[in-house]
């Protein structure tokens, strides 16, 4: 921990509130830290100030201005100009020609086409090599998602930030993150409720009932196999209810000028796919996926990233202390596939291998509207919204939670995004 710390001081000049809660999950932590200094520092396509100002866009479009300080500060320190920074339509002609594929990554990945990769490559004096667009669309989706976890964990600014603070209340383990940073782990406080008070026999019910559903799928996955048919229906029904599932229980929210003024069409947000007459094809992982077909593609046009990212996304997949609340020696694979598998889902994005009848049975509805507001509309997440679900899970599980939102959702993005670069590579 004291190791990964140093490495983040160093590297970035300062210890950041998104590292103090990700070093919950430290060997998470170290892929993270490695991935994003290499796309923002290490030999790559773009320049650098391109690479900051990329991330100001990204993460401006769901209003995080958190991430858009940190990085105007970055922008400036690496020599950006700014006056990009008064607006979008001040920096050059290339960084606004990407708008159109921020916005549509960021909230409606489903409607990019080979057709809007094509324009970005064939604008003449200012279009995009293909390596610098396999850049640019690994940074858009990192920090599209960054702003999932920053909302989703609730992430302060820093001290010396606007808005910033270090005091917070007492935490839902009764410790603050400064304590579990300094090692201190109080026992008698591990097993605190959110209220701070003694477990109720509501919450300890909840997660009894969870895993008696866990062992119950696994016998009648042991029994008898679903067939291919009845398995598409129930990614059919899946899908139709996640658009049902309320993901805001607020008004719309307005961006602020301050971050608004980094990207255009302020109007345009998350949309249900299938929505106003609107059908999309589902994507089939069979068809196109991450492993067979995306980490090539990445690796040969901006070599060691698609390494980087694999091993990202399987530590965040695979990552278990086989423990749930008090009850230790659990299999979470189950619980952990049906949560990826149904953030994929609301992407449109089946795996022909998985009974989606498993959805319902292991995520209830207030876990559902956490899910869909991080990864659909994370600027409309809420500390209710967070206490609501596994109530009497520990504060680090929770953020395990929003690192398999963070990279279930970054890696729906780009399964849409490549695919279509290889569409109008082929």
């Not at 019910?205 to 129930?234: H, I």
Request: with cysteine; glycine share 4%.
């Amino acid at each position: 921990m004291h190791t990964l710390f140093a490495d983040s001081f160093a590297t970035l000049g300062r210890l950041d509130n998104v590292t103090l809660v990700m070093v919950f999950h430290p060997q998470y932590l170290e892929s993270f830290l490695k991935t994003q200094h290499y796309l923002l520092q290490m030999d790559g396509p773009l320049p650098l100030h391109y690479r900051h100002y990329i991330g100001i866009m990204a993460a401006a479009r769901h209003q995080c201005s958190y991430l858009v300080n940190l990085h105007v500060n970055d922008f400036l320190h690496v020599g950006g100009d700014p006056k990009w920074l008064n607006g979008l339509e001040n920096a050059p002609q290339k960084l606004q020609n990407l708008g159109e594929l921020n916005k549509m990554l960021a909230h409606r990945p489903w409607l990019i086409t080979k057709e809007h990769i094509e324009q970005l490559l064939k604008t003449e004096e200012n279009s995009w090599s293909l390596a610098e667009l396999i850049h640019a669309v690994v940074l858009l989706t990192h920090y599209h998602s960054l702003a999932s976890f920053t909302f989703g964990c609730g992430i302060s600014p820093e001290i010396d930030c606007e808005g910033g603070h270090t005091f917070r209340p007492p935490s839902v383990s009764n410790y603050c993150l400064c304590d579990i940073t300094n090692g201190y782990h109080g026992v008698e406080e591990i097993h605190a409720s959110p209220t701070g008070s003694i477990p109720s026999t509501e919450s300890v019910c909840e997660v009894e009932a969870l895993m008696e559903k866990m062992k119950q799928l696994q016998e009648c996955r042991d029994e008898e196999e679903a067939s291919q048919e009845e398995m598409a229906t129930r990614f059919e029904r899946e899908k139709r209810e996640s658009m049902f599932v309320c993901s805001s229980e607020d008004e719309e929210s307005a961006a602020t000028r301050d971050v608004s003024r980094h990207f255009e069409d302020t109007s345009y947000g998350y949309k249900d796919f299938s929505r106003h007459g609107m059908h999309v094809p589902t994507f089939r992982v069979q068809d196109y996926s991450w492993e067979d077909h995306g980490y090539s593609l990445v690796n040969r046009l901006y070599p060691d990233v698609g390494q980087l990212l694999d091993e990202k996304f399987h530590i965040a997949y695979n990552l278990t202390y086989n423990t749930m609340a008090m009850h230790k020696d659990v299999d979470t694979s189950m619980l952990r596939r049906a949560i990826w598998n149904y953030i994929h889902c609301m992407f449109g994005i089946r795996y022909d291998d998985y009974d989606y009848g498993e959805i319902n049975q292991l995520l209830d509805r207030s876990f559902k509207v956490y899910i869909k507001t991080v990864v659909c509309t994370p600027e409309k997440t809420t500390k209710r919204m967070y206490d609501s679900f596994w109530r009497q899970f520990e504060h680090s599980e929770k953020v395990h939670v929003n690192l398999l939102l963070v990279e279930a959702r970054m890696q729906a993005e780009l399964l849409y995004a490549l695919r279509a670069i290889t569409r109008y590579m082929t």
